[in-house]
């Protein structure tokens, strides 16, 4: 049974920074893209990042230079490492798994970014 737990939402200032953890469990980790999408209230889900087996990554242009995603195959988690944050990053943050015509979703973690 495929599970994505992601962890370390929270409140934070403009321009502070978190740490989004997502841990995988029943897949073969090393072969799936990974990817952050979040979602607002009233808004449709949206990619934030992803990466590849290999490490190739790719961003929303609106986070690019802001949000840094990387994977440890080893461990099996995927992180999106989120700095200067603005109050428009503020949503559910979801973990993502997909191979093939398969994807899996995690219960979401939220992110709040507001003085």
Partial sequence: QVQLVESGGGLVQPG???RLSCAASGIIFSMYIMAWYRQAPGKQRELVASITPGSSTNYVD????RFTISRDNA???VYLQMNN???EDTAVYYCN???LSYTSWGQG?????SS
């Fill in 75 to 77: 461990k099996n988690m």
């Fill in 97 to 99: 798994a997909m191979r």
């Fill in 85 to 87: 944050l603005k109050p």
């Fill in 62 to 65: 609106s986070v690019k230079g």
């Fill in 109 to 113: 973690t939220q992110v709040t970014v």
């Fill in 16 to 18: 502070g920074s978190l």
